[in-house]
């Protein structure tokens, strides 16, 4: 069986196992046994190919495919058979299962997720309209936020003690980083901490985009045109922290672009504790 290697923003080097910490290769044997019972995946000659678990919020007319290009370390939207249904849950090794990005991505796009600025969201949360959410851990939120906003962390700092859980903290420490993964409450936390009766506007440290190709700079005369980097727009912990939220039962939800810092760049109201 082929392993599988996934990356996201958090690191340059990724796996399935720590979550983007770990140089993947070190880690193919234990990986491959680990998620072998997790999920199917199909050696084909233009790529992995995966077959996703069904789920709860797509029907079989809305299946998508994708696979993972090795080659050049991105998603690919898959020009093979389309896969069983449009869903894949990672087990890894530390922390909770997730929804590889891909799935987000299409999950968001069906949900119709707007994007705004900056500056949108904060006129909104003038008019009592929006409630601003920092997805950030809490020390990173504690150091400067938007002003007003909430804090519900989408990860956290590992707190288990297992050999896994030492090994995934000496790994980042050598990055000089801290070892974190996905918050298990963090559905649980939003519901204590968040309205249902207002507009949610998330944000991160990074912002990310559901756009699938690249924007022209202005006056370049260029068009939009597809980027094969982008086959499922950039993500981020903002965009995936949209995702749980639409599951934990928010219908409300607007991703803020370019996240803290472009609220910063923009010069909109800030705060800090301690």
């Given amino acids: 069986m082929e392993s599988v ?24 044997r234990t990986i491959t046994r680990t998620v072998r019972s997790s999920f199917l995946v199909k050696a084909e000659k233009n790529g992995l190919q995966r077959l996703l678990q069904p789920f709860e919020g797509f029907s079989k ?5 994708f696979r993972w290009d090795p080659a ?24 909770e299962p997730y929804m590889v990005w891909p799935a987000v991505h299409n999950y968001l796009q069906k949900k119709k997720l707007k994007t705004i600025s ?9 008019k009592n309209k929006a409630v601003l959410v920092d997805v950030r851990e809490a020390k990173y939120y504690k150091k400067g936020h938007a002003s007003g906003c909430l804090n519900v962390g989408l990860f956290r700092s590992v707190e288990g003690r297992t050999p896994l859980d030492n090994l995934k ?11 974190t993964e996905r ?11 968040l309205p249902k009766n207002k507009t949610i506007a998330v944000m991160c440290s990074l912002g990310g985009t559901m756009l699938v190709g690249t ?21 981020s912990r903002s965009l995936k922290a949209c995702y749980e939220l639409y599951e934990a039962g928010f219908k ?10 472009q609220w910063r760049y923009d010069q909109l109201p800030t705060e800090a504790e301690g």
């Fill in 169 to 179: 903290r000496l790994a980042m420490a050598g990055f000089a980083m801290e070892a």
């Fill in 61 to 65: 007319e809305e299946e998508v495919s």
């Fill in 183 to 193: 918050n298990p409450n963090f559905r649980k936390d939003a519901l204590a901490a």
């Fill in 252 to 261: 409300n939800i607007v991703h803020v672009d370019g996240g803290f810092p």
């Fill in 215 to 235: 924007k022209p700079r202005e006056m370049s005369g260029k068009v939009f045109k597809s980027d094969p980097d982008r086959a499922f727009g950039r993500e």
């Fill in 118 to 126: 900056p500056e949108e969201a904060y006129k909104m949360q003038q």
């Fill in 5 to 28: 290697v996934a990356h996201t923003q958090h690191a340059h080097v990724s796996s399935w196992a720590f979550h983007a910490h770990v140089h993947p290769m070190k880690l193919q």
């Fill in 72 to 95: 050049n370390l991105r998603w690919a939207k898959s020009k093979g058979k389309l896969a069983d249904d449009a869903e894949m849950m990672i087990t890894p090794l530390i922390g």
